[in-house]
């Protein structure tokens, strides 16, 4: 047995029933059924959840079903022994335009009393809840990579242009590949128990267990692929505050990993984890080690992403490569329709032998095993022949659905072959394809070339915040002579290059002060124009226009000093009027809006005071307004946060007015002498702020 409790899982269970849903159309129909049976609770756990979702975009059912969010208080309503608790992660800024714009209010306030939404922030910085898990009454649960969210729903067929995959939005999107599994029995109990330990940490409330029913009652419009099979759950749970770290998802893979004899058939989204890849490439080094499918994106979603996950992908596969003395290694991608559409991979399982199963939310990345919330559901085949044929039919059918085949054509190019690899040559088609991931393919930008340590990347556990300013605010004695030669050779060359531009290209025709000035709308009376320009920071940032774009859009359009003048007195009036924002708001309602992670700034603002208030603004700790309005609710005196925010973004104001100005005449006038000036001052600059980060940065140390 593979499957050990305590080492590398958390509950051994038994399902009284389980399915393999393939992609979120079978998911999302199988939650319509489970929670139409709902009596007395249900449990939603996710990475995200948005309320605008369409859960049966083709109309499938009997009766219209309205969005996720109507469906819930509809659900809610027709029973009054009914609850229902959302627990979604406090997301980082940084996915603010991927997500529904702000939930609690969009959802929490709008829904029925019964239903209690809530973010769920408690983690370790830079970390993230990626559970995603729903229960019903204690006795359906669903578990896999699948949110209850936009941008999943799409069928096994992953039309190109299929018109019902659509966002909240009405835009249309590529065709999305996932995997969930539905259970039943102690296994959805034990998920029921999970979902409250959750609760309980972010809210500070025990819920209540609902009472069992004698017989738990599985819709018959839900499929079954196994009963009366063992299932194990496995987490990540990283250390944070009395909580201590939790490593059973990287066990239960290395465990699997280890002990497979024939085959590891795997889909996964990232493979960016060292514990992973370095139990991959021993295997592969074997004579007689197990033949090694991977199912992968083509590429990550967005050049963020690619910029970092892909090229510490491309690093790991590179060593697996090299460790394939065999050819036993296998990389793929799936392709849909005669454009050779990419279908993105979003599943997170492996098969081992087709007698054990992972099924979660984990990604093979470093921050799954440690530092992120995780879950996933394991199944092994303990000398049950039934459990072991679902395996492998579960294998059969994902293969099937990737090459356009049926599952016996599969099965029998796979027996013919000798390895699932001459299978997909053999079977490949022109519409439906996995194809070779190109392993050589570099992303357009290198991350990795950027930062000293690839796992700042892809963390593996909690780091303290003053670790990250470590990455970035290192002394210049630390750097090499001839590293700082070429970073100022290459800055130079940009900058000649620009002159180059500039001469070449019409450019100096329309990039032009006064050019600049009618886009801006600007009058002639440069008084006037000066206090718009201050008015105008105060409207934008209440409707949260980052401040960084006004500053730069000022230095374009005014003189230096006067876009100095301008810009600080800006910043500093859009700053007292957000920050009375959040005194005229309160505590409790910005408490609500900005979830509990934003508002314990308070007691740190309140605390420090105007130190605090000059590090903040040098720190992307949140945006500007957010900062501000948080700050109104706390205890520290207007005078002295105004204070702490002038003097903290003086420097930056400086830098972007001084600095555009000088590129502004290198763009007017290319000469040596200015373009030399121009370089001269991005060093003055460069060196200036980073004495200065490293002095408040030890005096806040201190």
Known sequence: MIIREGHNCWRRTQADKAAFL????????????????????????????????????????????????????????????????????????????????MPVVSFGWKSHRRIHFQLDDQHPLGASHHQKFVVVDDQIAFCGGLDLTGNRWDTPAHHPDDPHRSAPNGTLYSPFHDIQMAVGGETAQALGEMFRQRWRRAVGVNLPTPKLSPRAEWPQAMPVDMTACPVAIARTLPAYKDQAAVREVERIYQDAIDQAQTLLYIENQYLTADCICQRLAPRLQEENGPEIVIVMPSKANGWLEQSTMDAIRRRCLASLAEADRHGRLSVYWPAVGARTLPVYVHSKILIADDRLAIVGSANLSNRSMGLDTECCLVVEDAGDSDVGRALRRFRLNLLAEHLGASVQEVAAACEREGSVRGAIRNICGATRCLKPLDLDAAPVVDGTAWVPDASFLDPEEP??????????????????????????????????????????????????????????????????????????????????????LLVGATALILPPW???????????????????????????????????????????????????????RNLPVAPFTVVNIVAGTTRIKQGAYLLGTLLGMLPGILVITIFTDRMLQVFKNPSWINVLTAAGVLLVIGFGLLWLRKRLMRKFSS
């Open 22 to 101: 393939i992609d979120a159309a079978a998911y999302f129909d199988a939650f319509v059924h489970a929670v139409r049976h709902a009596r007395q609770t249900i449990y939603i756990a996710g990475w995200d959840f948005d309320s605008r979702l369409t859960l049966d975009p083709r109309g499938r059912f009997s009766e219209p079903i309205p969005s996720l969010g109507a469906f819930l208080n509809d659900m809610v309503s027709r029973n009054k022994s009914l609850q229902t608790y959302v627990l979604s992660w406090d997301f980082a800024m940084i996915y603010l335009r991927e997500r529904q714009w």
């Open 463 to 548: 780091f303290h915040f003053d670790k990250v300013i470590d990455h970035f605010a290192r002394a210049p004695e630390q750097q090499s002579s001839r590293s700082q030669f070429v970073k100022i050779a290459v800055m130079i060359l940009i900058l000649f290059g620009l002159a180059a531009v500039w001469r070449l290209t019409p450019l100096a025709d329309w990039l032009t002060i006064e050019r600049l000035a009618q886009w801006a709308g600007v009058v002639d009376d440069r008084r006037v124009l000066m206090a718009l320009v201050v008015g105008t920071y105060v409207v934008a940032s209440l409707i949260f226009v980052p401040v960084t």
């Open 562 to 616: 006067q876009s100095f003048v301008c810009a600080m007195i800006g910043t500093v009036l859009s700053a007292w009027a957000t920050y009375w924002v959040g005194r005229r708001l309160g505590k409790r309602t910005v408490r609500r809006v900005a979830g509990e992670r934003l508002t314990r700034l308070n007691k740190y603002l309140s605390r420090q005071g105007v130190l605090t208030v000059m590090i903040v």
